[in-house]
């Protein structure tokens, strides 16, 4: 596999290869997990709500 | 240094201060990404070393810390399973249901310092889901309003007492509407295992939000 490496004139080329040969490198992965909610939808247990509704603020209060 | 065990009286109550005061700075990040209220009323601020958005309404405020210091004794005791953020349109039908699922692992012992430094660097990756989540999701309708649902581990019934802490802020049992969504749209947003609590975010959008 040919490697080209584009590299700043200031920087330390042979750093950088050693750097970069580490990068390309492959490494374990670990299998993706799946999303799943934790605690799926019940009918049978409502939740609890506060009876207060939030206050209302119209965009012209703010100005 | 302290150390803390789950059999403390002290490690209850820790765990609820940190998780009220993060699901305090999200909900105002979430009505300001959300634009449930005018940005206007919003200020910047920083919060686990990101910016985030509160509100400097005081009736709003006012609001949000009502509800979560009468969430807070079922966080405390590990009653509370998910604590939903209800955005509602004008007809009072759900929109959008930002769910936040926890559940505290057990645990032996574990260095208070070790607890608040490493667990608020997890909770920063939530805000910053939050404050991007607007990318993925379909603009509101206009003239939302929100609410907030505690979905307790045992019947909701039995928890009425210990939720009921402030005389002036009663709570009821929600009623379908407010809960009910047809073919939500899930999008998962940050999930976190840590030695003290786990959590997890995801968004439930409805599909037709104009309706």
């Keep these: 596999m040919d490697v080209l490496l584009h590299y700043r004139r200031q920087n330390n080329l042979p750093q950088l290869l050693e750097i970069a040969e580490k990068a390309i490198e492959k490494f374990p992965t670990r299998p993706l997990p799946r999303f799943k909610p934790w605690f799926p939808h019940s009918d049978s247990k409502p939740p609890l709500t506060p009876t207060t509704i939030p206050p209302v603020i119209s965009p012209n209060e703010v100005a | ?211």
């Design chain 2, 1 to 211: 240094m302290t150390t803390l065990t789950r059999q403390d009286l002290n490690f209850g109550q820790v765990v609820a201060d940190i998780l009220c005061e993060f699901l305090e700075v999200a909900i105002h990040l979430i009505l300001y990404v959300r634009e449930v209220y005018p940005s206007g009323i919003f200020q910047k601020r920083k919060k686990y070393s990101v910016p985030v958005q509160m509100s400097c309404h005081p009736e709003l405020n006012q609001y949000i810390q009502d509800t979560l210091h009468c969430i807070k004794p079922l966080i405390v005791k590990n009653d509370a399973e998910k604590i939903v953020v209800v955005i509602m349109d004008k007809e009072h039908h759900p929109v959008e249901r930002f769910v936040f699922e926890m559940s505290q692992p057990p645990l032996v012992s574990i260095s208070s310092d070790t607890l608040l430094s490493h667990v608020e660097q997890l909770l920063r990756a939530f805000i910053l889901k939050i404050s991007v989540c607007d990318a993925v999701l379909d603009n509101n309708p206009p003239g939302c309003t929100f609410t907030v649902l505690v979905h307790t581990r045992e019947a909701a019934t039995r928890n009425m007492e210990k939720i009921q802490v402030i005389k002036d802020f009663p709570w009821i049992v929600a009623d379908e509407q407010e809960v009910h969504m047809r073919e939500p749209r899930l999008i998962p947003l940050k999930t976190m295992t840590s030695d003290i609590v786990k959590m997890q975010l995801y968004v439930e959008e409805r599909a037709q939000k104009a309706s």
